[in-house]
C-alpha cells in the first residue's frame, strides 16, 4: 500500500515562504508521477503542480511563478517550496500520487494558512 504524509504547512504572512514536504512509502517511487492538490473552504479543488518520474513540471496559472515542486527519489519525497504567498493560496494542500490514468493516492493533507 502506498501512504502519503504531508508536512510543513502552518500559518505565514502575505509575501513570506513555505515549504511542503511529502515522504511516501513503497520502494517503486521514483517511477510514478507526484502532485499537489488544494482545497479551500468554498472553492473547488484544484491540481497546482505535478511532476513526472524524469522530472518534467506543469503548474497551474494560479501559482505559476511562485510555486517550484521538486523531487528526491533517494529519499521517497517530493516537495512544494511556496514563495510569494498570498492570502488566496490558504488551503489544505494533499500529496498526490498517480497510478495509471488517475490521481489514486492522497496524503491526509498539511493546512497552509496566509494571512496578516
Known amino acids: 500500500q502506498v501512504q502519503l504524509v504531508e508536512s510543513g504547512g502552518g500559518l505565514v504572512q502575505p509575501g513570506g515562504s513555505l515549504r511542503l514536504s511529502c515522504a511516501a512509502s513503497?520502494?517503486?517511487?521514483?517511477?510514478?508521477?507526484m502532485g499537489w492538490y488544494r482545497q479551500a473552504p468554498g472553492k473547488q479543488r484544484e491540481l497546482v503542480a505535478t511532476?513526472?518520474?524524469?522530472?518534467?513540471?506543469n503548474y497551474d496559472d494560479s501559482v505559476k511563478g511562485r510555486f517550484t515542486i521538486s523531487r528526491d527519489n533517494a529519499k521517497n519525497t517530493v516537495y512544494l517550496q511556496m514563495n510569494s504567498l498570498k492570502p488566496e493560496d490558504t488551503a489544505n494542500y494533499y500529496c498526490?500520487?498517480?497510478?495509471?490514468?488517475?490521481?489514486?493516492?492522497w496524503g491526509q493533507g498539511t493546512q497552509v494558512t496566509v494571512s496578516s
Open positions: 498526490v500520487l498517480k497510478r495509471g490514468p488517475s490521481w489514486n493516492y
Open positions: 513503497g520502494s517503486i517511487f521514483s517511477g510514478y508521477a
Open positions: 511532476i513526472t518520474s524524469s522530472g518534467d513540471t
